[in-house]
């Protein structure tokens, strides 16, 4: 049982490349969360989805999209990078409620240049 | 919306004092209170959570947090500090979005820094 895994755990890019973050669970957890966390601001959330086939917005999409096209992958894109993209992103999941305990991936740190 | 705030950027507390980190949070309904624990370098952990009931909630690793309606408070406490609980802490809130889920929101977290 490896929980939350993400792939890769660090990347670098430069301005205008596109690339995809994993993320994988295999709690059969319906509830998927992407969130960036940078120095002062906490965790702030990206998108997440309630269950597969569905992705709703969260506080700061923008620049970001996602796909939920299996129950235990969690997709989210960057078409095209930007430097304020810099940051840390983790990825959660839960149970069936977003009031239950989440489950935190290790993160991917990623740089754009 | 929903909000969290907890005041402190920085704790700094000798190993085996107390210790209580400090949350505040906004929201019109009960809400459903976590704190959660990062270590350097690793992804988040869940120490404890309030949904409902006795407002005294025990967590893992010897912490408590106690949820005080009258002022909107979910404070964590631990009684002797050990030098492993040096770590970034969040508190959250999960609250009803206008999308019909329920969406937590993290406050900006708060460092300990444990003397020996």
């Known amino acids: 049982n490896a929980g939350v895994t993400q792939t890769p755990k660090f990347r670098v890019l430069k301005t205008g490349q596109s690339m995809t973050l994993l993320c994988a669970q295999d709690?059969?957890?319906?509830?998927m969360y992407w969130y960036r966390q940078d120095p002062g601001m906490g965790l702030r959330l990206i998108h997440y989805?309630?269950?597969?086939?569905?992705?709703a917005k969260g506080e700061v999409p923008d620049g970001y999209n996602v796909s939920r096209l299996k129950k235990q992958n969690f997709l989210l894109g960057l078409e095209s990078a930007a430097p304020s993209q810099t940051s840390v992103y983790f990825c959660?999941?839960?149970?069936?409620?977003?009031?239950?305990?989440?489950?935190f991936g290790p993160g991917t740190r990623l740089t754009v240049l | 919306a929903q909000s969290v705030t907890q005041p402190d950027i920085h704790t700094t507390v000798s190993e085996g004092a107390s210790l209580e980190l400090r949350c505040n949070y906004s929201y019109g309904a009960t809400p459903y209170l976590f704190w959660y624990v990062q270590s350097p370098g690793q992804g988040l952990q869940l120490l404890l959570k309030y949904f409902s009931g006795d407002t005294l909630v025990q967590g893992i690793k010897g912490f408590e947090a106690e949820f005080k309606r009258s002022q909107s408070s979910f404070n964590l406490r631990k009684p002797s500090v050990h030098w492993s609980d040096a770590a970034e802490y969040f508190c959250?809130?999960?609250?009803?979005?206008?999308?019909?889920?329920?969406?937590?929101?993290f406050g900006r977290g708060t460092s300990l820094i444990v003397h020996p």
């Open positions: 989805s309630v269950g597969e086939g569905t992705t």
């Open positions: 959660a999941s839960s149970l069936d409620r977003a009031t239950d305990t989440q489950y």
């Open positions: 959250a809130v999960g609250a009803l979005s206008s999308g019909g889920s329920y969406i937590p929101t």
């Open positions: 709690m059969n957890h319906e509830y």
